[in-house]
């Protein structure tokens, strides 16, 4: 019978083509318990969650201050809105929802055990082709989020401008920032894929939670949209 000790105890094996033993619990997924990465991640987001939260609690308490400060029916935010481009942040928006298709893509890939496929057919993507397009998506949405600045900026605005701004800066760069952060996820993880000999259970559990992450920026940023640029 196999002691308790034991059983937390992986064993190491050495796959084709690798310099040193790799263990048996980042090759194969552990049996009966889940991967701590996976749950660690899911409640950092929580935290996450909280945090953005917040954004918004305070983003809505502004606006509901300033309006009850409306001069001649003309509110703060009413007369800052409509310095918004609500068309150029819908392309933008459609943008990064579709780098969550893609990011799923590449996660169903690494699930299966499929690193590279063909580029022609998104249906038979590997996880590096998925992840590619995911990356390139994610930068064409923050190159739109600083063109959209300095725009703002070439009409006058600025965090300091007034309170306005100030939200509107900080919710929307807080969520730049965590994009960003999302990228240098997506090249860490390519880079292993090509580094690597083997492909790992432990590269599968990478590449889910960094789906998980990206697909937790793309419902926040929805939200943001919605509040920012729809409900105004």
């Not at 928006?93 to 496929?117: D, F, P």
Request: include cysteine; hydrophobic fraction near 50%; charge should be neutral.
């Amino acid at each position: 019978m196999t002691s308790q000790n034991d059983s937390l105890i992986a064993s190491s094996a050495l796959p084709s083509g690798a310099l040193h033993a790799v263990s048996s619990a980042r090759l194969n997924k552990p049996k009966g318990r889940p991967d701590t990465v996976a749950v660690g991640t899911m409640v950092w987001l929580a935290s996450e969650l909280m945090f953005f939260s917040a954004l918004f609690a305070a983003y809505f308490w502004i606006r509901n201050a300033t309006n009850e400060q409306a001069v001649n029916g003309v509110t703060l935010w009413s007369e800052n809105t409509q310095h918004l481009d609500v068309v150029f942040a819908s392309i933008n928006t459609s943008i990064l929802v579709l780098s969550s298709v893609t990011c799923q893509l590449g996660a169903n890939a690494a699930e299966r055990g499929r690193v590279t496929g063909s580029w022609l057919n998104p249906l038979k993507w590997g996880l590096r082709e998925a992840f590619v397009v995911t990356f390139v998506l994610g930068s064409m949405f923050i190159a739109g989020q600083l063109w959209e600045y300095f725009t703002i900026f070439g009409e006058g605005f600025q965090i300091s401008t007034n309170v306005y701004w100030s939200a509107f800066f900080l919710a929307t760069g807080f969520h730049g920032l965590h994009v960003l952060g999302g990228l240098v996820a997506f090249l860490f993880l390519l880079a292993r894929s090509y580094m690597s000999v083997t492909h790992t259970h432990e590269q599968i559990v990478t590449a889910h939670v960094v789906s998980y992450y990206w697909h937790f920026v793309d419902v926040v940023w929805v939200v943001l949209f919605g509040v920012i640029y729809i409900l105004r």
